[in-house]
């Protein structure tokens, strides 16, 4: 079985400056490692994902993750963000042979003008 | 977005009463899965499914029980609502090829009062 803690439960920010919301996972065996994003009253969306190949992950809105397996981490960064990015983070992990995912706590990103 | 539908929405329920909240895909995907959310919990899963009629326990599934009659429907019942169960309830779906990467609803807000 895995576990997975995200390290802040809040972090408020200013806009235009960057972020970085921190995962940390453990498992004995080799996982899959996943972001998701939840706007207020919405459903969870899937932000991005490392499954294998570069540890350096990104998706289209300008985040991006770097998986380091030595540290066993899966930080979600972003060097500029919008009052948009207000939303909850969710950090992930499922073992490459199986469909269950573990979630973190959640992580809310709070930014201000 | 996933083609996922919850209903309903929203419900109030009182203690003790029954109740069955249903999640319907059109995405004709083999696994299904409910969670729960709760503040400082992140999602935790209750039960999933695998194909029609094949159903397992996930990690908080006491006081709950799930059904699939059909490839697009599965529900879950609360026996006998307790005020631990007042959650935000999610469906979410997965596909046999990347079964790790799950697509969810737009969630349930129940209230046991």
């Known amino acids: 079985a895995q576990s997975v803690t995200q390290l802040d439960s809040q972090v408020p920010v200013f806009e235009e400056a960057p972020v970085e919301l921190r995962c940390n996972y453990s498992?004995?065996?080799?996982?899959?490692l996943f972001w998701y994003v939840q706007y207020p009253n919405q459903g969870l969306q899937l932000l991005l994902k490392?499954?294998?190949?570069?540890?350096l992950v990104e998706s289209i809105n300008g985040f991006e993750a770097e998986f380091n397996k030595s540290q066993t981490s899966f930080h979600l960064r972003k060097p500029s963000v919008h009052i948009s990015d207000t939303a909850e983070y969710f950090c992930?992990?499922?073992?490459?042979?199986?469909?269950?995912?573990?979630f973190g706590e959640g992580t809310q990103l709070t930014v201000n003008p | 977005d996933a083609g996922i539908t919850q209903s309903p929405r929203h419900k109030v329920t009182e203690t003790g009463t029954p109740v069955t909240l249903r999640c319907h895909q059109t995405e004709n995907h083999r696994y299904m899965y409910w969670y729960r959310q709760d503040p400082g919990h992140g999602l935790r899963l209750i039960h999933y499914s695998y194909g029609v009629k094949d159903t397992d326990k996930g990690e908080v599934s006491d006081g709950y029980s799930v059904s699939r009659s059909k490839t697009e429907d599965f529900l879950l019942t609360l026996e006998s609502a307790t005020s631990s169960q007042t959650s935000v309830y999610f469906c979410?779906?997965?596909?046999?090829?990347?079964?790790?990467?799950?697509?969810f609803g737009p969630g349930t807000r129940l209230t046991v009062t």
């Open positions: 498992s004995s065996v080799s996982v899959y």
């Open positions: 979410a779906i997965s596909d046999w090829q990347s079964s790790y990467e799950q697509y």
């Open positions: 490392y499954l294998s190949g570069s540890t």
């Open positions: 992930a992990a499922c073992e490459t042979s199986g469909s269950r995912l573990t």
